[in-house]
């Protein structure tokens, strides 16, 4: 099994659409693949079609005493699984903040113990912020995606993440890696531009070959609670997370 965190505390950078969607190419890839979904806002839930009234969710796993096994639950598409969140979840920082006897950064390696071994790929939609529900995150997966506006030259949520990886690797046996910084809503070719990349290329950190171009498709995709690919296979951003997801593999060959 392979972790991947798709992270960056930055708000709409497109973590929850490229967790979607890469979770969705590798099961296409007939890959058994988990999308757990760590955000009260609950994006990734809803864009996998969402959840019924009184269906387990992560905060069942965390804070009662559902089995992750149990809140897991089939999507529409085959080989896909997803561990839905709520607005419930909302709370689930300061719940964890006012922990006194468990590690608080540790619930989620606790709740998963060896219980995912069975997928392939488990990938992390992480809420836009890096506090202790993010340090949980950075306890159990293998690899970090940081997506990142390509019209964005701040580099300071890259930063940021990297500096919240190097106090996890503090405690961790096996440290969490960067696999890369993906460029994300590029409006034009052009428009990702050599300043942007020249700016991430400072950090010394790897970059995807392949970057996500902005298409009104998305958010149509949204709408009807649908991955981009589903939705429309042969749309720019579509292409995009299919190479995305050979990248990922090509990245990982020999390892999984
Ligand atoms: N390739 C794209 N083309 C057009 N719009 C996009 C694309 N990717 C994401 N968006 C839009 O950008 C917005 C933010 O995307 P998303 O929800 O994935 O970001 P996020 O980083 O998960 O946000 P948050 O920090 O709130 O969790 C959404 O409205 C989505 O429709
Ligand atoms: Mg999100």
């Known amino acids: 099994m392979t972790g991947l965190a798709i992270m960056n505390n930055k708000g709409g950078v497109a973590k929850t659409i490229t967790s979607v969607n890469l ?13 757990v979904d760590m955000d009260g806002q609950a994006n990734a839930t809803s864009n996998l079609g969402g959840i019924k ?23 529409q598409y085959d080989k896909l699984y997803l561990l839905p969140s709520s607005d419930e979840f909302l709370s689930a920082s300061a719940i964890l903040r006012q922990e006194e006897l468990v590690p608080p950064q540790m619930y989620l390696r606790h709740a998963i113990k060896g219980d995912l071994d069975d997928f392939t790929f488990v990938i992390y939609d992480c809420p836009p912020s890096l506090d202790v529900l993010t340090a949980n995150v950075l ?27 190097k106090k996890a690797n503090l405690i961790r046996m096996i ?16 428009l990702v531009t050599q300043h942007n990349i020249e700016q991430i290329r400072t950090l010394d950190v790897p970059l995807f070959r392949t970057y996500i171009r902005d298409t009104t498709r998305v958010a149509q995709s949204e709408s009807m609670h649908m991955p981009v690919m589903a939705y429309d296979p042969s749309c720019s951003a579509s292409k995009d997370y299919a190479a995305l997801c050979e990248e990922v593999l090509q990245f990982l060959v020999g390892g999984i």
């Open 139 to 165: 306890n159990v997966a293998d690899y970090v995606i940081i997506p990142s506006l390509a019209a964005d030259s701040s580099i300071q949520g890259i930063l940021r993440v990297l500096n919240a990886m």
């Open 23 to 35: 979770a969705y190419a590798l099961s296409r890839r007939n890959i058994k693949t988990l999308l």
């Open 175 to 190: 440290g969490i890696k960067l696999m890369g910084v993906l460029l994300t809503r590029a409006k034009e070719r052009l």
């Open 53 to 75: 009234e009184g269906e387990p969710t992560i905060y069942d796993v965390l804070f009662r005493s559902t089995t992750i096994v149990d809140a897991i639950k089939e999507t």
